[in-house]
């Protein structure tokens, strides 16, 4: 068995850092075992790799030059993803946190490490950052041009969620067609009832309070569009023409309880939630007005996240399964799956709310 003596005088005048044929030559093997040591253990003996990292810890090495190897192979190991909202509030929001936990999952595996970017942000320093990446996921559509254009002109692998963009891989659900199930499934158990849709980022205004349509996102670039649609399709099926639509620009109970009075105080029956978030806190304005959930007033949610679970009565809702859809997304971006273009299953989930 291959032993490493290493002298104290030695290790007390290395003043420049080693390099790894400096290592391989200090310990008397290849440079290819030194790598492999680091970078893939499976190729050594349990035994020879202890022996090569106890050495290396000693002479204060900790693996080969990720710059270098860069350089020689064009691969950072890094992937970044671009968030349409900020960072901050991507991780507080449950969606968005389950989006990332099924990217790291897939990540983690191969051993690739993530780089997060948000479109709230940007500035000079960004565009630099932006060369590191081997690949982007962009997790919603970016609001200016110039960050889309800027990431294309990387021309670098690329895969996009919840929208679509020319020649690039993605990962979706119909919003469209999963809105219009929950909205028919909830109309159709409570009939002839006022109804008002609590939308979620439906204009770029930042208008918060009563919406009209004219005023909305295009179906191309919004989710909140397509699944108002779906909305709306359901409520023209079943011979509803009289309706409401409240916009909430952000996807936080202060502004969602200001809509949800609103709505209530003006005889709304049913609440269309375009996320959990807004639907949980229409139930708690709901409670603070002494209403019965659902007698009084029927609400349901989007999303699937599990505090609909875990009040009461629970929240009927839309579960758009979002660490598949994060799976799904780094599957394609590091090419696990040849399959360019998904469209995940979205599941109707009952509870009592509705």
């Known amino acids: 068995m291959e032993s490493f003596l290493i002298s104290q005088e030695h290790m007390n005048t290395q003043q420049k850092p080693y390099t790894l044929k400096d290592i391989a030559q200090k310990l008397g093997v290849s440079s290819a075992t030194i790598s492999n040591a680091f970078n893939r253990p499976d190729q050594l003996s349990p035994a ?10 000693k002479l204060g090495y900790t693996g080969p030059n990720a710059a270098a190897r860069s350089l020689r192979t064009g691969k950072t190991g890094i992937i970044g993803v671009y968030l349409a909202d900020p960072i901050q509030y991507s991780f507080s929001d449950p969606v968005a946190a389950q989006f990332l936990q099924g990217v790291s999952e897939v990540a983690e595996a191969e051993g690739i490490n993530i780089l997060l970017f948000s479109n709230k942000h940007q500035g000079a320093q960004n565009y630099s950052v932006e060369a590191v990446p081997d690949g982007f996921i962009l997790y919603g559509a970016p609001e200016e041009k110039e ?119 003006q005889g709304a029956q049913i609440l269309l939630c375009m996320s959990d978030r807004i639907a949980l806190s229409a139930m708690n304005v709901a409670r603070k007005n002494a209403l019965q959930i659902p007698a009084e007033v029927c609400i349901v949610g989007f999303d699937g996240i599990d505090d609909g679970e875990h009040i009461y009565p629970g929240l009927t ?27 995940l299953p979205t599941d109707l989930i009952v509870r009592g709310s509705c």
């Open 48 to 57: 020879l790799r202890k022996k090569i990292m106890k050495a290396c810890e």
């Open 317 to 343: 809702t839309m579960c758009q399964r979002s660490i598949d859809k994060g799976r799904e997304a780094a599957k394609r971006l590091l090419n696990i799956t040849e399959h360019a273009h998904l469209i």
């Open 147 to 265: 960050t889309l254009n800027r990431i294309q002109l990387q021309r670098k692998p690329m895969v996009t969620v919840d929208f679509d963009l020319h020649d690039y891989a993605s990962v979706h659900i119909d919003n469209e067609d999963s809105a219009y199930k929950i909205a028919d499934y909830t109309l159709s158990h409570n009939p002839a009832k006022q109804v008002a849709i609590l939308g979620l980022k439906l204009s770029k205004n930042q208008h918060l309070g009563e919406l009209e349509m004219a005023d909305c996102y295009g179906a191309n670039t919004s989710i909140s569009k397509r699944r108002l649609d779906g909305y709306i399709k359901a409520l023209t099926d079943h011979s509803i023409t009289e309706y409401s639509i409240y916009s909430i620009p952000k996807n936080v109970a202060s502004q969602s309880e200001i809509i949800a009075q609103q709505a209530i105080a």
